[in-house]
């Protein structure tokens, strides 16, 4: 069985997007393949590693789970759009100032899982990241120091601004 | 072998009569995928068999939760994130809740629904043990019309249940009677998030004069698939929660259990965490006994 493609509209970013692709490809498939957009990584390629978390219509969803057909109409958010005009994101900062990202295969994930907490909770303790960021897995740091990082975004009040800017 | 999006085909006809209207056309050409938090992990591995689906992911008719005064009821498209967001169901069936909270993550509870842990009908189902202490009843919908049958006879084997191949799972019936009710979940896993069950055990029981009045144990990865232990129940009914009587339990337990070896655990380990499981309910049931 062959199947037809299917035309697609994604709105990336902010920016409107159509692919034309076969409805069953990934999401992850279509960010990285079709859209060039590969600050979106693969990981395990079956939802437990969380590296290829993106925001979809506001949830956090594991792009490697989602046929492109079922993100049709959609509004995505990306790794790539979260600095603007050359302005790292204040969990960029963190990330970068608390050692929050080694190898950097997670960090995308970790950045986007982390967005979705602060965006619904801007001010979480430990344990609330520690729940936000556990479908996300890291080899390298030992979680500390993303807990950190995370942490410290939400206690800086650029971070506050921004999120309450964002929230849903 | 990885798989290949161009040999599946995917269709989202966005409405509930149309999908059931594409069932009911040809039965059994057409998989149903919801969130695919299950399929397309077959899919990226190459063993998704399925090579025609219908999504339906978006269709507003399956995603709901009500309650009236003697039920809640559940859309099978509800995803567990819409689970854990609604009051009714942390204040009426706290165990539902707490399972909720055990699928994978959050990326996973966003997209996984009830219809779709049910249907899968993995031995170890997180919302499982929960829905079969709770008394749930399934409620399934094709162009027939609907009918409904309790959830403790949905699952007929391994990853067989009674839908007939134009069928949906419709709704999950909850009896709001169980707040009186002594209730108790756990789940053994080797990590909190993102790991499947090596053994769950959940149970409801009603204490009179100090006895066990009316009980509901079940279990996941005890059997194929998820179930009542109804021989360990006909052991405590009647009884109070006594040294004898819990020994008694562990061993109707232990003889039930069908457990397997696989990845995860093996059937050893299982039969022993689960009896385990059931002594730490009923000397929690005994504690609250003697505190009455």
Known sequence: MSATEATIQLNVNGE???VFVPPMKRLLDVLREDLSLTGTKEGCGEGECGSCSVRMNGDLVNSC??????ANGAELETVEGLASDGVLHPLQQAFLLCGGAQCGICTPGMLMAAKHLLAHNPHPNIAEIREGLAGNLCRCTGFMRIFESVLSAATSNAATSQQETHAR | MRGNAAQHELIAPGSLPAVLDLLSSAPGEWTPIAGGTELMVAFAAGRLTASRLVSLWGIEELRFITTTPGELVIGGGSTFSDLRACAAVAA????????????????NQTRATVGGNLVNGSPAADSSPALLVYDAEIE?????GKRRLPYREFHTGYKQNAMTADELLYAVH?????????QYLRKVGTRR??????????????IKNGAINEIRAAAAS???FPARLFKTEAVLAGKSPSTGVIQAARQALL???QPIDDIRSNAHYRKSVGANLLEEFLLGLNREIETR
Do not use: C, Y
């Open chain 2, 92 to 107: 009426d069936f706290p165990l539902l809740d707490k399972s909720a909270s055990w699928i994978g993550s959050i990326a």
């Open chain 2, 255 to 257: 003889a039930e259990a």
């Open chain 2, 174 to 182: 909850l009896p709001r009677r169980f707040a009186q009710h002594h």
């Open chain 1, 65 to 70: 789970l989602v046929p492109v057909l079922q």
């Open chain 2, 222 to 224: 005890l059997a194929p």
């Open chain 2, 140 to 144: 399934l919908i094709s162009t027939r």
């Open chain 2, 193 to 206: 998030a993102m790991a499947i069950s090596k053994v769950a055990l959940g149970a409801t029981t009603l």
């Open chain 1, 16 to 18: 409107n997007k159509t």
